[in-house]
């Protein structure tokens, strides 16, 4: 009786610990299904400043959840920099990216200053591997760009939309 009671539990038990978090300096509060590590560090930028970035990530329940984010110079840089970010997750799995009016949306996170290159996408690479699907949205606020991310082994419509739509940008 005792062991079925604990299987009992373990079945209640959630996969993802959901929790409130504000990654330092990324002017973001969101909630994560794990405690995420951070790193930052400093690029040169066009006029000699350095850029600051910063990457939040962890995982949970076979999956990768990440935020990055970066601080740019100027405001023309912001739609470019969105294109940019999107473009390189493609590139690494080696997909196309979808035409803007087949498979993306908008990504407008609380806060967000509007941009029609914030977008939210699905891509999947051609070969399967646990992180072969990644769901991700690019935004920005003010001069400050982000990359919400979650890679793994499939698509999961739920979980992204809970990560992605707590997502408050200060």
Known sequence: MAAFAALGLAACTPALDWRELS?????????????????????????????KMGLATCEADGRQFALSWADL??????????????????????????????GASAAQPIGATPQPEAIQLSLSAARPGPRAHTQLAVFARGLR??????????????????????????
Do not use: I
Not at 23 to 28: I, M, T
């Open 73 to 102: 110079e100027d405001p023309v840089d912001v739609g470019p920099a969105l294109r940019r970010m999107r473009q390189a997750v493609a590139d690494k799995l080696d997909v196309p990216l979808p035409a803007p009016e087949s």
């Open 23 to 51: 990654p330092p300096q990324s002017g973001a509060t969101l909630l994560w299904p794990c405690k995420p590590l951070h790193q930052e560090r400093e690029l040169p930028g066009r006029s000699g400043r350095p850029l």
């Open 145 to 170: 760009v982000y990359q919400l991310s979650m890679l793994g082994p499939r698509l999961d419509e739920a979980t992204w939309a809970q990560w992605l739509g707590s997502v408050r940008l200060n």
